[in-house]
């Protein structure tokens, strides 16, 4: 059995949203299954603007003989130790699809589907409540701090460890400490064992479901796409750009 039977349509996920993406938080632990043998790699640019002021990321679009980026002919000229060619300059962002089985409730003061021991919504206390694994097919998205460090060495000590068990074989348990720029994320991984075909049954339609497609998600962003995003774009408005119903 595939980790990941299918890849989802072009639309679909050009169409994601946030929800779509693992997010670490110091309030509880997140347990993911890597789907894909090898992280890919694109060079990002996050535009606080974009999304009504939420933020987003853009591909960089320049390549070794076009540099048409609007955000980079913006920088020409600052010092590189400007705050604000640090903060605009393309970044690394390693990007793999997960199967995130962080275990999760149902708050019953406000119903809400959460993880962790507090309701993400409403902070009921959960501690008694009984928790299931989410199982649902996600992106993580991060950079070299992350990928090249801390799953490399995952990687590296799980093969010793259990005879070349590859980064798709077992469960990773995350823990983050501390927020923006000073979080840290650890990882500690489980020993190799099966996921079922259950385990990637999406609950809602009953259907297998589709991994992300990542080479749409590493397709550089257009010069029309980055500047509607410096004007504030969201995700719908770009995909009206994108010709994406």
């Not at 933020?55 to 003989?65: E, I, R, Y």
Request: hydrophobic share 35%.
């Amino acid at each position: 059995m595939p980790f990941a039977p299918e890849q989802r349509a072009y639309s679909d996920t050009r169409k994601r949203t946030s929800s779509a993406y693992v997010k670490f938080s110091p309030a509880f632990r997140v347990v993911l299954r890597i789907l894909d043998e090898n992280a890919r790699l694109a060079w990002k640019h996050w535009i606080p603007e974009a999304n009504a002021g939420k933020g987003m990321m853009a591909t960089c679009p320049n390549t070794a003989t076009e540099r048409i980026c609007p955000i980079d002919s913006s920088l020409a000229g600052l010092d590189k130790e400007d705050p604000k060619y640090i903060d605009r300059k393309a970044k690394k962002r390693y990007i793999v699809n997960v199967l995130d089985r962080t275990p999760y409730t149902v708050c019953d003061s406000c119903g809400t589907e959460t993880p962790g021991k507090a309701c993400i919504a409403c902070q009921a206390d959960l501690k008694k409540h009984t928790f299931t694994p989410l199982n649902r097919i996600k992106i993580l998205e991060s950079g070299p701090q992350l990928f090249t460090t801390t799953l490399n060495a995952v990687e590296q000590m799980q093969a010793e460890e259990f005879d070349g068990a590859g980064i798709t074989d077992y469960d990773i348990t995350f823990s983050a400490t501390g927020v923006g720029r000073d979080r840290k994320i650890a990882a500690i991984p489980a020993a190799p064992s099966e996921i079922s075909a259950d385990d990637l049954v999406d609950p809602e339609t009953g259907e297998p479901q589709k991994a992300f497609r990542l080479d749409d998600l590493l397709e550089p962003s257009t010069v029309e796409e980055i500047e509607a995003m410096l004007k504030g774009a969201t995700i719908a408005d770009l995909n009206v750009i994108r010709g994406i119903v």
